[in-house]
């Protein structure tokens, strides 16, 4: 069996700064190079098209069709496949164009993907990752732009994975791939034309381990995603003020680092969590319990958290603006918890 290491290489060769599908790309082709069990099933992902947003750009013509299929547009079809195939010994890779679709595929997803390890006694794995972009801040509409990461959190046995730069995109999906268990990987539509640097062949990341995008001391904002950007563009706001704001970007939600988060909370003595997912019965009342209760008496201040707004997705630029936290709201919420007695 080929090693799979299990943390960061140091000091790797980079790539020029390449976008997010790009990163993308890059991972789904050096698992299928390695692994001939490995597959891409999904929607438009043969070339010339290579998935709407290009993320398997090129690689029909290398592998052929064979590893590298178009489906009909039936999401439970396509998770259900891939399912079959992952108990048959392969690790399918299947895509679902947008996270709102999700509820077409909830049957296979949480009740066969999510149970059959558990169900069988440990005697059976599903080695799926199950891609898909996630809208926001697209003018998309009420039905193509939810941050579904709850639902996801919400069902034992899936892993939830969101990256937010195209460096760890590269490293997580290539993990998740290699995982033994159903992985769910979340990429932001308005962060695949992100550039950035990028190791150049064989990397990973590993699963559960968050990183501090921004170092500080006053402050912690726990985030995900595409509200990591946002949270810096506060951060550097706030830094010109005199206040130190530490970044903390999860990665992954499960398996969740529970020591980072306690860690940069019990440094700054006060937490913000910030998502794109609707606020009520967010992912981020899961972490303010948890903060509130393992560091209760620590704080310099309550949990905050910031989240969308509790409403379908506008579809109006200006009211969708509003929708989501930004950097504004979230520099307003730090002012407020440092200011806070």
């Not at 726990?222 to 903390?248: D, N």
């Not at 910030?274 to 899961?286: C, D, K, N, Y």
């Amino acid at each position: 069996m080929m090693d799979r290491r299990s943390q960061e290489p140091a000091g790797a060769p980079e790539d020029p700064a390449i976008t997010m599908s790009e990163a993308v790309n890059q991972a789904l082709d050096l698992a299928m190079a390695e692994d001939p069990e490995v597959f891409v099933i999904g929607e438009d992902i043969e070339d010339p098209i290579g998935g709407v947003m290009k993320g398997t750009k090129g690689l029909s013509t290398r592998y052929g069709r064979e590893r590298v299929r178009n489906t009909p547009i039936s999401e439970q079809a396509i998770v259900g496949a891939a399912i079959g195939a992952s108990l048959a010994g392969m690790r399918p890779v299947a895509e679902v164009m947008l996270m709102d679709f999700f509820a077409v595929a909830m049957d296979q997803v949480a009740n066969h993907a999510a149970k059959l390890r558990y169900m069988s006694g440990g005697r059976t794995n599903v080695p799926i990752t199950i891609r898909t972009s996630v809208g926001g801040g697209r003018q998309f509409g009420a039905q193509h732009s939810q941050s579904l990461e709850a639902w996801m959190m919400h069902t034992p046995g899936l892993k939830v994975v969101v990256p937010s730069t195209p460096r760890d995109a590269k490293g997580l999906l290539y993990s998740c791939i290699f995982d033994d268990d159903p992985c769910i990987f979340m990429e932001t539509m308005s962060l695949l034309f992100i550039r950035g640097p990028v190791p150049a062949g064989r990397f990973e990341l590993p699963l559960g381990v968050a990183d501090v995008k921004r170092a500080g001391e006053d402050a912690t904002v726990v985030t995900w995603g595409w509200q990591v950007p946002e949270a810096l563009a506060a951060a550097e706001v706030l830094s010109a003020e005199g206040i130190s704001v530490e970044v903390l970007d999860l990665r992954t939600l499960v398996p969740l680092d529970k020591e980072a988060i306690l860690a940069s909370a019990a440094k700054t003595g006060r937490v913000v969590v910030v998502h794109a997912a609707t606020q009520f019965a967010g992912p981020g009342a899961e972490i303010a319990s948890m903060v509130s209760h393992d560091l209760f008496g620590r704080l310099s201040a309550p949990v905050e958290r910031l989240g969308a707004v509790y409403s379908p997705v506008p579809y109006a630029s200006g009211l969708e603006a509003r929708h989501y936290p930004e950097r504004t709201r979230i520099a307003e919420c730090i002012r407020a918890l440092v200011g806070h007695s």
